[in-house]
C-alpha cells in the first residue's frame, strides 16, 4: 500500500517563510507523480494551489510556489499572512491507475 | 464559471447503497476527467475512484473497490458513485472534483462543496 507522508503540523510567524514537503513511500518524489497541493480551511472544500510540482492556477496567491526538493515535492509559503492558517494537502499519481493524497500538513500562523 | 454540485447524500444503514451524483456546469463537461475524494469527520482527504473523461476508464482505492462504481453521463453533465454493501467506515464527506491535463501534467483544479454520507444503524 502506498503512504504518502507529509508533516503533521507546522507553525509559522506571520510574514515568514514555511516549507511543507511530500515523501512517497516509493522514493523519490519527481514531476511524473504530477504533485498537486492543495488548501483546506474549516468546512470548506479543499482549493487547489499547485499542480506539476511547479504551476500555479490562476487564482494562487504569488507567496505560494511549489518545487522538487531532495526527492519530495515541496509547498513554499513566502511572506505567510494569517489567513494561510489551514491544513495543506498533497497529492500525487501513481502511473495513471491511482492517486494518493498526503496525511495532510496543519499551517499554524503564530 | 466552472461549478461542481453533489448531491444524494444522507444516513444509510450498513450493508445498504447510496447513490451519489455530481452536477456539471460552466465547462465542457465532456472533455475532463472526474474523481470522487472522501473526508471522515476530522480526517484527511482520501482518493475514492476516478473516471476518464470518456467513461472508458475507472480506477478504484483498495478501500472501495468491488463495492463503489462511478460512472458518468455526458449528455447530462453528471458524474455519479454507485456505493454499494456500506460500512461505518464509509461515513464522509464526499467531493467530487474535476481532473485536467495539460503539458505539465494532470491536476485537480475544481471541487464541489460535498455531500454527508452517514453510516449509521
Given at each position: 500500500q502506498t503512504v504518502v507522508t507529509q508533516e503533521p503540523s507546522l507553525t509559522v510567524s506571520p510574514g515568514g517563510t514555511v516549507t511543507l514537503t511530500c515523501?512517497?513511500?516509493?522514493?523519490?518524489?519527481?514531476?511524473?507523480?504530477?504533485?498537486?497541493?492543495f488548501q483546506q480551511k474549516p468546512g470548506q472544500a479543499p482549493r487547489?494551489?499547485?499542480?506539476?510540482?511547479t504551476n500555479k492556477h490562476s487564482w494562487?496567491?504569488?507567496?505560494?510556489?511549489?518545487?522538487?526538493?531532495?526527492?519530495?515535492?515541496?509547498?513554499?509559503?513566502?511572506?505567510?499572512?494569517?489567513?494561510?492558517?489551514?491544513?495543506?494537502?498533497?497529492?500525487?499519481?501513481y502511473g495513471g491507475t491511482?492517486?494518493?493524497?498526503?496525511?495532510g500538513t496543519k499551517l499554524t500562523v503564530l | 464559471q466552472v461549478q461542481l454540485v453533489e448531491s444524494g447524500g444522507g444516513v444509510v444503514q450498513p450493508g445498504r447503497s447510496l447513490r451519489?451524483?455530481?452536477?456539471?456546469?460552466g465547462f465542457t463537461f465532456r472533455n475532463?476527467?472526474?474523481?470522487?475524494?472522501?473526508?471522515?469527520?476530522?480526517?484527511?482527504?482520501?482518493?475514492?475512484?476516478?473516471?476518464w473523461?470518456?467513461?472508458?476508464?475507472?480506477?478504484?482505492?483498495?478501500?472501495?473497490k468491488g463495492r463503489f462504481t462511478i460512472s458518468r453521463d455526458n449528455s447530462k453533465n453528471t458524474v455519479f458513485l454507485q456505493m454499494n454493501s456500506l460500512r461505518a467506515e464509509d461515513t464522509a464527506v464526499y467531493y467530487c472534483a474535476r481532473e485536467g491535463y495539460d503539458v505539465s501534467g494532470y491536476y485537480?483544479?475544481?471541487?464541489?462543496?460535498?455531500?454527508?454520507?452517514?453510516?449509521?444503524?
Amino acid at each position: 500500500q502506498t503512504v504518502v507522508t507529509q508533516e503533521p503540523s507546522l507553525t509559522v510567524s506571520p510574514g515568514g517563510t514555511v516549507t511543507l514537503t511530500c515523501a512517497s513511500s516509493t522514493g523519490a518524489v519527481t514531476s511524473d507523480y504530477y504533485p498537486n497541493w492543495f488548501q483546506q480551511k474549516p468546512g470548506q472544500a479543499p482549493r487547489a494551489l499547485i499542480y506539476g510540482a511547479t504551476n500555479k492556477h490562476s487564482w494562487t496567491p504569488a507567496r505560494f510556489s511549489g518545487s522538487l526538493l531532495g526527492g519530495k515535492a515541496a509547498l513554499t509559503l513566502s511572506g505567510v499572512q494569517p489567513e494561510d492558517e489551514a491544513e495543506y494537502y498533497c497529492l500525487l499519481y501513481y502511473g495513471g491507475t491511482h492517486v494518493v493524497f498526503g496525511g495532510g500538513t496543519k499551517l499554524t500562523v503564530l | 464559471q466552472v461549478q461542481l454540485v453533489e448531491s444524494g447524500g444522507g444516513v444509510v444503514q450498513p450493508g445498504r447503497s447510496l447513490r451519489l451524483s455530481c452536477a456539471a456546469s460552466g465547462f465542457t463537461f465532456r472533455n475532463y476527467g472526474m474523481h470522487w475524494v472522501r473526508q471522515a469527520p476530522g480526517k484527511g482527504l482520501e482518493w475514492v475512484a476516478v473516471i476518464w473523461y470518456d467513461g472508458r476508464n475507472k480506477y478504484y482505492a483498495d478501500s472501495v473497490k468491488g463495492r463503489f462504481t462511478i460512472s458518468r453521463d455526458n449528455s447530462k453533465n453528471t458524474v455519479f458513485l454507485q456505493m454499494n454493501s456500506l460500512r461505518a467506515e464509509d461515513t464522509a464527506v464526499y467531493y467530487c472534483a474535476r481532473e485536467g491535463y495539460d503539458v505539465s501534467g494532470y491536476y485537480c483544479d475544481y471541487w464541489g462543496q460535498g455531500t454527508l454520507v452517514t453510516v449509521s444503524s
